[in-house]
């Protein structure tokens, strides 16, 4: 499937914690619980996951959802094979079978029927039932269903409701304090801690500005990829442009608005 990924993390990413967000998966893994990621986009939340899954020693299956992903998509279908009609698992219930950790990232992008399927599993039943083949499968021992959203995009028509909420932990990230994102940007993006320090200080310039109708800010992965361009040879500021200015709007009038902000805080570097 385009939309998952399965895969065992050999080396534990990196990750720079922004408070207790690591004890509280890790507890949560213990405790048998999912656990619900709220955060703006580009803030860590899926570095967090692949990095909690590393420490852990669990597989981990990621699902980008999407508004055509259906429970279909998630659990299984029966598929025709050599003249035979043969079931195959999709990525949740494989995740079941095995044991690994099953990230669903942006689940409200996904169609409603897909949250019904999770009931099960994220409460103290932790079953997947499976109506195509009769199968009830028990979440293998290891198992933890992750979901994650950006609630800056939460409207009447895309939310969860209640009776799936209530069922996960739920922790809130946001960008991290300028401290660690200089740390973040220096590390992920190979760049000197100078550079670094002028995109943190751009970001929170950008961050700032509230009379531009921009769907998103810069977040921490845009400062990460300047920081890559940069590191490579580009300019600061032709960096910025290219993957912060541009990838932020198409209108004209807002980007030369954010020019001028990158124009005074990065000047000619």
């Known amino acids: 499937m385009e939309m998952a990924s399965a895969r065992r993390i050999a080396a534990v990413p990196y990750y720079a914690a922004q408070g207790d967000e690591c004890a509280l998966f890790e507890r949560a893994h213990g405790a048998r619980l999912p656990l619900l990621i709220k955060g703006p986009t580009g803030c860590g939340k899926t570095r967090f996951?692949?990095?909690?899954?590393?420490?852990?020693?669990?597989?981990?299956?990621?699902?980008?959802?999407?508004?055509?992903?259906?429970?279909?998509?998630?659990?299984?279908r029966h598929l025709i094979a050599g003249g035979d009609t043969v079931w195959c698992d999709g990525p949740l219930t494989r995740a079941v079978r095995e044991g690994a950790i099953c990230y669903l990232d942006e689940v409200v992008e996904a169609r409603k029927d897909t949250t019904v399927v999770l009931h099960p599993l994220a409460d103290d039943r932790r079953v997947l039932p499976i109506e195509r083949t009769g199968e009830l499968i028990p979440?293998?021992?290891?198992?933890?269903?992750?979901?994650s959203y950006n609630p800056g995009y939460q409207n009447l028509l895309k939310g969860l409701k209640p009776s799936t909420?209530?069922?996960f932990v739920a922790l809130t990230l946001g960008y991290p304090e300028p401290a660690v994102e200089r740390a973040i940007v220096e590390a992920e993006g190979g760049c000197g801690a100078p550079a670094a320090a002028s995109l943190v200080?751009?970001?929170?310039?950008?961050?700032?500005?509230?009379?531009?109708?921009?769907?998103?800010?810069?977040?921490?992965?845009?400062?990460?990829?300047?920081a890559r361009l940069a590191a490579g040879g580009m300019p600061l500021r032709a960096a910025c442009h290219a993957a912060i200015v541009d990838a932020l709007t198409d209108d004209a009038d807002t980007a030369r608005a954010l020019a001028e902000v990158v124009a005074a805080v990065i000047g000619d570097e």
């Open 49 to 76: 996951v692949e990095h909690m899954a590393a420490r852990l020693g669990r597989p981990l299956v990621t699902v980008s959802c999407h508004d055509d992903l259906s429970a279909a998509d998630l659990v299984g």
């Open 139 to 147: 979440a293998a021992p290891g198992f933890m269903l992750v979901i």
């Open 165 to 167: 909420r209530q069922r």
């Open 201 to 226: 200080a751009l970001a929170q310039a950008l961050r700032r500005l509230t009379d531009h109708d921009l769907e998103e800010t810069a977040s921490t992965r845009l400062l990460v990829m300047a």
